[in-house]
């Protein structure tokens, strides 16, 4: 059955926020850098399309579920990752207001989740690949939150907007694997090969997007080329965006391994009381900042 934490976070959907997403966020929203900007816009549009996959690749086995914690959990599940689909289509507006190519390129991943894997993969691999993808977001949590203050350059409407994004996954990031796991049977063999498979997939489709958008941006080739070598180092140099989460993504490798087993989230408990407050994601969002910078 489900893994029991005393440590797990409760599942809460928070419905009707208002992030302020309209034309006063410039165009280069990330301290002014257009690889950064593009890099987080291209996860704000497959987030839609990746977000209903998750939730068509539960339902699959959404009938075999006979324990009531989980029921509940998979309700609460869907009702945070279609609020996620719809503030990231708010954010994505601005983006076609803008001139990006969000139609063609909402259309191509959803052609490849939806045409391509449900039709070339069972059902176990397609929820194991939501549960490996599942992993890789919950990761952006311990890469975002912790006094590096690594999206402190950005405007503080976007930056809540993920803050927001990062900590519901962490909530809920044991429900497709619960449902992976106890209902479809998904074996050690099949759940590493989707990790390895997410692994390689996801970064991809982010910098296919983000270069799509930097060419529809009107930087040069070349111009794009020096824009990735430079963002790269960023993202992957000692200290950079993804340092924080090696130790927590080889995890998942461990035969017997459950996302319950490390519960310790940094900035959770300083987003949910910043939230609590006056029920604000911006305000919630400093909350965390201004906590971990005083660490």
Same mark, same amino acid.
């Given at each position: 059955m489900a893994f029991q934490s005393d440590k797990q976070h409760p599942i809460v959907p928070r419905e009707k926020l208002d992030f302020g997403l309209n034309d006063s966020i410039p165009k280069y929203w990330f301290g002014g850098d257009p690889f950064r900007t593009?890099?987080?816009?291209?996860?704000?549009?497959?987030?839609?399309?990746?977000?209903?996959?998750?939730? #068509? @690749? #539960?339902?699959?086995?959404?009938?075999? #579920? @006979?324990?009531?914690?989980?029921?509940?959990?998979?309700?609460?599940?869907?009702?945070?990752?279609?609020q996620h689909s719809m503030v990231h289509n708010q954010y994505n507006d601005l983006l076609r207001k803008q001139g990006m190519p969000v139609d063609e390129l909402i259309a191509w991943l959803d052609n490849l989740l939806f045409a391509k894997y449900r039709s070339r993969f069972s059902r176990q691999y397609t929820l194991a690949i939501t549960g490996a993808l599942e992993h890789l977001t919950a990761l952006g949590a311990h890469a975002m939150f912790d006094e590096r203050d690594?999206?402190?350059d950005a405007h503080p409407n976007v930056r809540a907007m993920y803050a927001w994004h990062a900590i519901e996954e962490v909530e809920h990031k044991g429900v497709a694997y619960d449902v992976m796991v106890d209902y479809a049977k998904v074996d050690y063999f099949r759940r590493v090969a989707a990790l390895v498979h997410a692994t390689f997939m996801f970064p991809w489709v982010i910098f296919k997007f983000a270069n799509?958008?930097?060419?529809?941006?009107?930087f040069s080739f070349w111009q794009r080329v020096k824009l990735n070598v430079k963002g790269l180092h960023w993202v992957?140099?000692?200290?950079?965006?993804?340092?924080? @989460?090696?130790?927590?993504y080889i995890k998942y490798y461990k035969p017997g391994y459950h996302p319950w087993q490390e519960a310790d989230q940094p900035g959770?408990?300083?987003?949910?009381?910043?939230?609590n407050r006056r029920q604000d994601p911006v305000e919630a969002s400093e909350s965390i900042r201004s906590a971990l910078l005083a660490h």
């Open positions: 593009r890099f987080f816009d291209a996860m704000s549009l497959i987030f839609p399309p990746g977000e209903k996959f998750f939730m #068509v @690749t #539960v339902r699959d086995f959404r009938d075999q #579920v @006979t324990d009531p914690k989980l029921l509940q959990d998979i309700k609460d599940f869907n009702r945070q990752e279609a690594i999206l402190g799509r958008m930097l060419k529809a941006d009107g992957l140099k000692p200290g950079g965006f993804l340092a924080p @989460t090696h130790k927590h959770y408990e300083e987003w949910l009381a910043g939230f």
